[in-house]
């Protein structure tokens, strides 16, 4: 048996699954302290199913802690960022085009050394070991211990990042240190502030991660942990102490894969309505497809994969305009049950539709029992038509795919949604997210830039999927349950013919746990 | 007229419009552009008309994949190590830089050399547009030789060129910058003053940033657009600008047209009983047809804007489910004779088809 538990901003949901069956499932308000929030959720479930906590086998956490310490500037470790890559790039140091409160919690301290390869792998430059000893010595003097590794084409050789960081860990045994290849694709500056969140995260994923093993102590719950990450797979316990940032989509990731799991449909869309926002994404072969576009994390542009996702303005909350025509993007929010009309409130919002239709028993029917009939059915219209108008926008190559209706706002949707071929709302549809969490499995990519004219296709697909499948079992997998879910080839565009972009994901069983999920 | 680092933005936006899907992202280039305009000041511009006749002028941008610029980033070196490589080469001073092409970077590398060296760049580019080879700019077709010409690499290391068939030296340059990390920045096409008058296409630098505000003004749904859009077209050294077709991104697939590896992005019209329009890519959209007729073909600017936002999108942007408007606009004048079409009209591109102006 095993839990997964998914820790919002707002809610801490938690689920205890053994195979494919759900035993129980919890909902509750997030604490500020986050301990009390898991032991809290453990006992619910535990005392829900008569579970004893010697059977659980395996417990499973999202979080988006990590995300809101970026977005809040808060609990960031100041940190040292060396690039390999003279003599290209002298214009653009670390650190460029940050905003300026996060720059300033960061940074500081930035080194830009002579190194690095070029596209077809050939040296760009020898690396200048004493500036690189010059670098060292001058962090080795300073208070900062995280450090950020970046060299240019690193994701083709990661050598020259591979041997400042052993040069770091000789000279400075207590330094964190994050080498840009291990965390993102091509796009130097993009991986590199990728790189330098994830070091200045470092010392706060090592008090979540004692904050989370003290939880599953004080429960006597000794079993591996782990903790999802963007793609929808788990990282251990120890892996996330050095990659924080690979956990900054798994909130979205978590309900598509609930999804999946609750309806066991590997293409389709899934729809998760929320307070504010519904967020539309689509399950390809079971899992999250991927965005290919720059992501935003608090300001800071980085290049890592996340989830494709479509957020638009409509949840519980969403305020609707008098005539109906229109909803939001303004929503109530958490303020539901003081604002909405149900509670006493103001405010008419969805949810009062909802009601009002009997597609929902909440509140006080009465208070929404005068509304005019065409004012309901115009906001239950509109909402219906955004909602199949984003489904629209999301649908893989124009194809009709089932429609799996998640999140607490679910029960909003009363008819047929008219850009699906079916409309599921699956039972438990609420805690979605924590099923999600629970049936992660490990994978690995890797990305090379190759040339097939110098290199066979085959031949350099295998070296690539060799390359994810190496990472894959590093993060717990079994290697004999690898299987290839993507992959992805682009031409290089106004260079030779045969320059591809080559990309490859693989994904398997945990290995201390095979066939678990 | 200047440009300072408030203008970047409009710039980099109005030339990805006019870069027809090309040409790469601008984020880079726009941030060296702008580190340079904070550390020399605002770059000088220059009409092609206001040039003394007896001036020193050369072309100057990078030539490569801009896929590569993403990890061997650019530097404001590489621009006015050029022109002193140039320079010494010719045993001339420079006094006003011009443009290879409007689109991603290479309508800011003479802006960003203009600033660092306090010459003026020219208004104006050798295409109008961007497109992917040395001898579709004017400046060649004109029969301006393309060298002598340098080239600077990322360490510094210059070559230098002689080679005056057009066609011979595309191929001799872009495998300059293969063999030397992808990308190169070069400086080409000497030529006098009164030469330059003669065979740039002029006013399109201050025209993109125009547009870029427009564009910039009118962010929303495209409808909004249109109108204004159309207007700032009119009685320009292009044709007539149209919104051609609405709809959403379906299937994309590739297939081999005259030995190049050619894209196709099928947009579906949101009206059902509309045949979809499908675009042909080549690094830039080159081809839109309903069927088997031709809407526009290159030289024509084809443009693909999101319909939201209103806010162009590359092709290597371009992805299922985004809903889009298609806008045609007519090529310029200079790019309608015979000769020209040899090297930018459809067959050139391995299409079966004349060039048709679009109407």
């Known amino acids: 048996m095993r839990i997964g538990i998914d820790v919002g901003g707002t809610h801490t949901d938690a689920a205890l699954l053994q195979g494919d069956t759900l035993l129980a499932a919890t909902k509750a308000s997030t604490s500020a302290d986050v301990v009390s929030g898991i032991t809290a959720a453990f006992d619910h479930i535990l005392e829900k199913s008569g579970v004893a906590a010697g059977d659980i086998e395996c417990v499973m956490i999202g979080t988006t802690q990590f995300t809101n310490a970026v977005v809040e500037r808060r609990e960031l470790a100041k940190t040292a960022a060396i690039r390999i890559g003279l003599p290209s790039g002298k214009g653009l140091r670390p650190f460029t085009d940050w905003p300026q409160d996060i720059a300033e919690a960061i940074g500081g301290m930035d080194f830009m050394i002579r190194g690095g390869t070029l596209y077809d792998g050939a040296e760009l430059a020898p690396l200048d070991e004493d500036a690189i000893d010059q670098a060292i010595a001058k962090i080795g003097a300073s208070p900062v211990r995280q450090i950020a590794i970046s060299a240019a084409f690193a994701p083709l050789n990661s050598n020259p990042e591979e041997w400042v960081a052993r040069k770091i860990k000789a000279r400075m045994p207590d330094a964190l240190v994050t080498c840009s290849h291990t965390i993102g694709g091509l796009g130097l500056l993009e991986r590199e502030n990728a790189a330098i969140l994830n070091a200045a995260l470092l010392p706060f994923a090592e008090r979540v991660v004692a904050s989370f093993e003290l939880a599953l102590k004080r429960r006597g719950i000794a079993c591996p942990l782990f903790i999802s990450q963007n793609d929808g797979t788990l990282m251990g316990a120890k892996f996330v102490q050095s990659f924080p940032a690979l956990t900054f989509a798994s909130g979205p990731t978590n309900s598509l894969r609930g999804a999946w799991k609750l309806t066991g449909r590997e293409d389709a869309l899934v729809v998760d309505i929320g307070g504010t926002t519904s967020d539309i994404g689509v399950l390809q072969s079971g899992f999250p497809r991927e965005s290919y576009n720059i992501v935003d994390v608090g300001g800071v542009r980085t290049n890592f994969r996340m989830p494709d996702i479509l957020a638009i303005g409509v949840g519980g909350g969403s305020v609707v305009a008098e005539d109906g025509h229109s909803i939001g993007p303004h929503s109530v929010g958490h303020y539901l049950k003081e604002e909405a009309r149900i509670f006493g409130g103001e405010q008419l919002t969805l949810t009062d539709i909802a009601v009002a239709t009997d597609a929902l028993e909440l509140g006080d029917a009465s208070k929404v029992a005068d509304l005019d009939p065409a004012l309901v059915e115009a906001a239950r219209s509109t909402m219906q038509n955004m909602l199949d108008e984003a489904i629209d926008r999301m649908r893989p190559g124009g194809r009709k795919l089932p429609v799996i209706l998640v999140g607490g706002g679910a029960a909003l949707v009363t008819e047929k949604l008219t850009a699906a071929t079916e409309t599921i709302i699956p039972k438990n549809s609420g805690t979605a997210n924590a099923i999600g969490a629970a049936i992660a499995q490990i994978g690995g990519e890797a990305e090379q830039m190759v040339s097939y004219k110098d290199v066979p296709r085959s031949e350099a697909m295998a070296k690539v999927e060799a390359e994810a499948k190496r990472s894959a079992v590093l993060a717990g997998a079994a290697a004999e349950t690898l299987k290839v879910v993507d992959v992805d080839e682009a031409p290089v565009p106004y260079m030779e013919k045969g320059a591809m972009r080559l990309r490859v994901k693989v994904v398997g069983e945990l290995a201390s746990l095979g066939g678990v999920t | ?359």
Do not use: W
């Open chain 2, 1 to 359: 007229m200047r440009i300072t680092a408030d203008d970047l933005d409009a710039l980099a936006l109005g030339s990805v419009f006019l870069a027809t899907g090309g040409g790469g992202d601008p984020y880079i280039p726009k941030l060296i552009t702008a580190r340079a305009l904070a550390e020399y000041g605002p770059a000088p511009i220059i009409a092609p008309a206001d040039l003394p006749d007896d001036a020193f002028v050369c072309a100057l941008g990078s030539v490569g994949a801009p896929t590569v610029s993403l990890e061997l980033l650019p530097s404001i070196d590489e621009a006015s190590g050029t022109l002193d490589a140039f320079e010494a080469h010719l045993g001339r001073k420079i006094d006003a830089v011009a443009a290879f092409e409007i689109g991603g970077g290479n309508s800011l590398i003479p802006l960003l050399a203009a600033a660092a060296r306090g010459i003026p760049m020219i208004d104006g580019d050798g295409m109008a547009r961007a497109l992917p080879e040395a001898q579709m700019m004017t400046y060649a077709m004109q029969g301006i030789s393309p060298t002598p010409s340098v080239a600077y690499d990322y360490q510094g290391n210059i070559a230098h060129f002689d080679c005056s068939d057009p066609l011979e030296y595309e191929s001799v340059i872009r495998q300059h910058a293969v063999d030397n990390g992808g990308m190169i920045t070069t400086a080409e096409h000497p030529m006098s003053g009164a030469e330059c008058k003669a065979a740039i296409i002029p006013g399109t630098l201050s025209f993109a940033l125009k547009l870029g505000r427009l564009l910039g003004d009118n962010r929303g749904p495209v409808n909004v657009l249109v109108e204004p859009l159309e207007r700032v077209f009119e009685n320009t050294i292009y044709g007539a600008c149209r919104l051609v077709y609405s709809g959403k991104v379906g299937a994309k697939t590739s297939r081999v047209v005259g030995g190049y590896d050619v894209g196709e992005a099928v947009i579906e019209s949101l009206e059902s009983d509309q045949e979809p329009l499908t675009i042909t890519i080549k690094n830039e959209y080159l081809l839109a047809q309903v069927g088997a007729q031709i809407i526009a073909s290159v030289p024509d600017l084809i443009v693909i804007v999101d319909a939201e936002t209103s806010m162009p999108i590359n092709a290597e942007r371009l992805r299922y489910g985004q809903r889009v408007a298609v806008f045609v606009i007519g090529a310029p004048q200079v790019y309608k004779t015979a000769s020209a079409l040899e090297v930018v009209g459809p067959r050139y591109f391995g299409f079966e088809h004349d060039y048709r102006p679009f109407q």
